[in-house]
């Protein structure tokens, strides 16, 4: 199975901060990731698919990149309603594997 | 508006078994594949399962296989989990979510994302 991990694993930042948030697979999954955006009591919310394709909706601070092994979550300038749990997801393969999470709080 | 509302979750003795149902409305359902997907309570996200629209395809967890079981109604636009032999560490709230549409590219269709989650049903597993 492909294992993915997110760096880092907690991150405190201030409103207006740049965030990178790193996940990395354990194989190649091509540009087969995306990322959620979770609060607390909600269901995920998708935010990026194939790598860097932002889903409709979702504001332009938010971006993707990567290909491979490595890929990155960048938020330009955090805003107050960004603080919540980011995951990461394959979808090269089943099993449909998500990352160990990353919360972003405020400093 | 695409709208996914899960029901059937509560509380159940281990070895006790528990359907859960996903009712989908606001897009052609028999067009989509679905997924189940948990979150055990202060953990993260963990698929469960996956089911291609025509019901050919079906994906399990190594958690969940041989115990839980997928399956939908296209007529109904109803996606369904059955649950058997539960234990304490299936005690989670249960999402059912959307596939994306696939992107396909020189014969081979591949899944993107999930899109739609609903709003998840909790289901406890205790004596």
């Keep these: ?107 | 508006e695409v709208q996914l509302v899960e029901s059937g979750g509560g509380l159940v003795k281990p070895g006790g078994s528990l359907r859960l149902s996903c009712a989908a409305s606001g897009f052609t359902f028999s067009s989509y594949s679905m997924n189940w997907v948990r979150q055990a309570p202060g953990k993260g996200l963990e698929w469960v399962s996956s089911i291609s629209s025509s019901s050919s395809y079906i994906y399990y967890a190594d958690s969940v296989k041989g115990r839980f079981t997928i399956s939908r109604d296209n007529a109904k636009n109803s996606l369904y989990l059955q649950m058997n032999s539960l234990r304490a560490e299936d005690t989670a709230v249960y999402y059912c979510a959307r596939d994306r549409p696939k992107y396909c590219s020189g014969g081979s269709c591949y899944h993107t994302a999930f899109d739609y989650w609903g709003q998840g049903t909790l289901v406890t597993v205790s004596s």
């Design chain 1, 1 to 107: 199975d492909i294992q993915l991990t997110q760096s880092p694993s907690f991150l405190s930042a201030s409103v207006g901060d740049r965030v990178t948030i790193t996940c990395r697979a354990s194989q190649g999954i091509s540009s087969y990731l995306a990322w959620y955006q979770q609060k607390p009591g909600k269901a995920p919310k998708l935010l990026i698919y194939a790598a860097s394709t932002l889903q409709s909706g979702v504001p332009s601070r938010f971006s993707g990149s990567g290909s491979g092994t490595e890929f990155t979550l960048t938020i330009s300038s955090l805003q107050p309603e960004d603080f919540a749990t980011y995951y990461c997801q394959q979808l090269n393969s089943y099993r449909f594997t998500f990352g160990p999470g990353t919360k972003v709080d405020i400093k």
